[in-house]
């Protein structure tokens, strides 16, 4: 069976298959209104979105599927009276597909270890794999490639857009650095870190970790943030982390480090002021939309090859 749980298992080769399917998906939309009539997706939410959510949720109606949402926050499973070997079971025998939207990255894996339908990663703490795959897709629309280009992210290390990104892009030959405070609270874990260096040993790109932003955005043809304040950081934090990351915010002084047609990516949601400035989010460069919009897209594309490789 095959699902997505992390960009790192996935090969070059089909994370290209996928994106192409997602540019065929939106160029001609018609052409998959029918493709999962009779299809149903449970939609399984531990953490809040919108963006997931909506998404998974439109692209399954727009091929003729049907999707349930089910809330963790008030139900058995979330409560600890239902474990998840046994959800896995269950659902596998009502639905076709499942996607997940959690905080263990564990959770997901044993959901995929005990279901016979596919399981999708719509977040961990440890990975991201659908945000990158639309990443992905909108950089190589805007770009005309991914292999050669070099993307510069800022912020915190830690996270799993961060770990997502350091995957996907060394996987498709793009020289990924990453910017962040030091300290293991801020910086990649030393694993992910290993495996993203031999990844792209194997693609021919590079990874850099750093804690000088110029450094990091010198030159890039892409320049990549996230929120400071993720969902499962407590608001007490915020001083704090806005002291930590300020170095790091992407304004119109940093974007003149990258590349004149670098563009600017936020998978949102995002904070005019904290992470980028207004002038940034707000500027020609920035393809933040774009990439939202792309989301669809790309959900479209994972699902539809997932489901196809559950039939061989």
């Given at each position: 069976m095959l699902h997505l749980i992390s960009l790192k298992d996935w090969s070059p080769e089909l994370i290209g298959e996928v994106l192409d399917l997602a540019d065929d998906v939106k160029k001609q939309p018609a052409r998959y209104a029918t493709a999962m009539a009779g299809k149903t997706l449970l939609m399984i939410f531990e953490k809040p979105s919108l963006r997931t959510r909506v998404s998974f949720e439109t692209g399954v109606t727009q091929m003729g599927g049907h999707a349930i949402y089910y809330d963790m926050g008030t139900s058995p499973l979330g409560a600890g009276k239902e474990n998840i070997a046994d959800t896995a079971r269950v659902i596998s025998r009502y639905v076709d597909v499942v996607m997940a939207r959690l905080f263990k990255h564990e959770v997901i894996v044993e959901l995929a270890r005990h279901a016979t339908i596919p399981v999708i990663n719509a977040l961990t703490d440890h990975s991201h794999p659908t945000q990158i795959m639309a990443d992905l897709q909108t950089i190589r629309e805007k770009k005309g490639r991914l292999n050669g280009l070099k993307l510069a992210y800022l912020g915190d290390g830690c996270n799993n857009v961060t770990y997502s990104l350091l995957f996907g892009c060394t996987k498709m030959g793009v020289d990924i650095r990453v910017a962040c405070p030091p300290g293991p609270d801020y910086s990649p874990a030393s694993e992910v870190t290993r495996s993203a260096q031999a990844l792209a040993k194997k693609a021919g790109s590079q990874v850099l970790i750093t804690h000088d932003a110029i450094e990091a955005v010198r030159g890039a043809d892409v320049v990549y943030t996230d929120s400071w304040m993720s969902y499962?950081?407590?608001?007490?934090?915020?001083?704090?982390?806005?002291?930590?990351?300020?170095?790091?915010?992407?304004?119109?002084?940093?974007?003149?480090?990258?590349?004149?047609?670098?563009?600017?990516?936020?998978?949102?949601?995002?904070?005019?002021?904290?992470?980028?400035?207004?002038?940034?989010?707000?500027?020609?460069?920035?393809?933040?939309?774009?990439?939202?919009?792309?989301?669809?897209?790309?959900?479209?594309?994972?699902?539809?090859?997932?489901?196809?490789?559950?039939?061989?």
């Open positions: 499962h950081v407590a608001h007490e934090k915020l001083e704090e982390r806005v002291r930590v990351f300020t170095p790091y915010q992407v304004n119109a002084t940093l974007m003149q480090q990258a590349a004149p047609d670098a563009i600017f990516m936020n998978c949102l949601p995002a904070l005019r002021g904290f992470e980028q400035t207004a002038e940034v989010m707000d500027g020609s460069q920035s393809v933040v939309f774009d990439e939202a919009e792309n989301r669809l897209h790309a959900h479209k594309a994972i699902l539809l090859k997932l489901l196809e490789a559950a039939k061989k």
